[in-house]
Structure formats: structure tokens, C-alpha cells
């Protein structure tokens, strides 16, 4: 019989919940408060089949942009052919989670706000851009010999006969 193309095709371990995290699903994930402008994971909840997201956008990282009820609404990018188009679906909050894409920027922007108020009470200015690392600093070797090596020529009619 030929493969099924249904909603859930092909997922019996993609939609699944992981080892040891079977059961009730924890309060916290309730109680989470989302804003429109944030991003969020889409990661699907197998417990819960209400709200499920097409399996395409599991693992799909999307930025809120209408938050209901017992959902949220979640632009995700998709590539249709040649292009890549921003679709919006709604999704329960079980099957999201808040994203870590930008939690090294907003530290980044911390760490230079401090260098910034630094600087200005030393009274100076300074350049907070990232500047790509440079090549290694050179050095020499030391207690090196060198050593000539000369080869030992081939001789056909000796190897014929068995060797030296």
C-alpha cells in the first residue's frame, strides 16, 4: 500500500514526548506570559492534540504577533519554491516556548551599555563593534636540527632475485 499523506504522516517520533517527560504537563508552561514582538519556539506538545501546529513548523523558530485566549498567533517564514513567505498561524501555548535566539545580543547590549557608562565617567570614547579575530602571533622554533636524508637507490635486478 502506498505511503499515507495525512496531518500527522511520518511523525511518530517527531510529534512524541520525550524519554521521562510522559505525564501532566507542568504548570509553568500555563502561567507563561507572551508579547507580541517576542520570539518563540514551536515545539509540539504530542499530550495535547488541540491547537497542534502542522508538523512542518515543529522545531520552527517565529515572532508573536497576537496572543489570545489559550493561543498565540506566530509569524513563521516558510520557503515556497524560489521564495520564502511569512505565514501566520495560531498555536497553543503548549506547543510553544519562549527562544533563546536573542538572549546573547540582549547580554551583548548590556555588557556594552556598562563599558559605555565606564568610559564616559573615565572620559573617553570607545568602540563597542565586534571586530573579527586576527591572525595567530608568530614565533620561533627553537632547538630545531635539520637532518639530510638521502635515498637509498632502487635496484631492479637485486629485487627480482629476493632482496640484499
Not at 514582538?37 to 499530550?47: A, F, L, T, W
Not at 495560531?90 to 559605555?116: A, G, M, W, Y
Request: hydrophobic share 30%.
Amino acid at each position: 500500500m502506498p505511503a499515507g499523506h495525512g496531518l500527522r504522516s511520518r511523525a511518530r517520533d517527531l510529534l512524541s514526548r520525550p524519554f521521562r517527560k510522559k505525564g501532566t504537563i507542568p504548570l509553568s508552561t500555563y502561567l507563561r506570559t507572551y508579547r507580541s514582538g517576542e520570539y518563540v519556539d514551536i515545539k509540539v506538545n504530542g499530550g495535547v492534540h488541540k491547537g497542534t501546529p502542522h508538523k512542518f513548523y515543529h522545531g520552527r523558530t517565529g515572532q508573536v504577533w497576537n496572543v489570545t485566549k489559550r493561543a498565540i498567533g506566530v509569524e513563521v517564514n516558510k520557503q515556497v519554491g524560489n521564495r520564502i513567505v511569512m505565514k501566520r498561524i495560531h498555536v497553543r501555548i503548549e506547543h510553544v516556548q519562549p527562544s533563546r535566539c536573542t538572549e546573547d545580543f540582549k547580554l551583548r547590549k548590556k555588557r556594552n551599555d556598562e563599558l559605555k557608562v565606564e568610559a564616559k565617567a573615565r572620559g573617553e570614547i570607545i568602540s563597542t563593534k565586534r571586530q573579527p579575530e586576527g591572525p595567530k602571533i608568530g614565533f620561533m622554533v627553537g632547538g630545531a636540527t635539520l637532518e639530510t636524508v638521502t635515498p637509498i637507490p632502487y635496484d631492479v635486478v637485486n629485487d627480482l632475485k629476493g632482496g640484499y
